[in-house]
């Protein structure tokens, strides 16, 4: 199975950027889509961001549009969330996780992913 761990995250102040990086181990396929999830305190788990392992599709939360990037390296098993401008409502719990299958495009709902991470906190103040 794949494991994944997740690190950048931290208290930052209203429009800091941040990034986080997945790093996984374990056996990686190319053909699987990562995808970011966050769970803000006392909310359900939503959707972020997620991309293809061919790089060629992304898929975003209409809210961190134009600030958040999703990238990847297959050569380092590694997926990064570039976080910018960031607002207090981006505090949450942050959950890299990896589709294993043959999406045409990376999923957006949780059910589809078959691996997770523990999560990185990310705390922004106003």
């Known amino acids: 199975q794949v494991q994944l761990v997740e690190s950048g995250g931290g208290l930052v102040q209203a429009g800091d950027s941040l990034r986080l990086s997945c790093a996984a181990s374990?056996?990686?396929?190319?053909?699987?889509?990562m995808g970011w999830f966050r769970q803000p305190p006392g909310k359900e788990r939503e959707f972020v961001a997620a991309i293809s392992w061919s790089g060629d599709r992304t898929n975003y939360l209409d809210s961190v549009k134009g600030r958040f990037t999703i990238s990847r390296d297959n050569a380092k098993n590694t997926v990064w969330l570039q976080m910018n401008g960031l607002k207090p409502e981006d505090t949450a719990v942050y959950y890299c996780?990896?589709?294993?299958?043959?999406?045409?495009?990376?999923?957006?709902?949780?059910?589809?992913?078959?691996?997770w991470g523990q999560g990185t906190q990310v705390t922004v103040s106003s």
């Open positions: 996780a990896a589709d294993r299958g043959l999406p045409v495009v990376p999923a957006t709902r949780a059910v589809f992913y078959d691996y």
């Open positions: 374990g056996r990686t396929f190319s053909s699987y889509a």
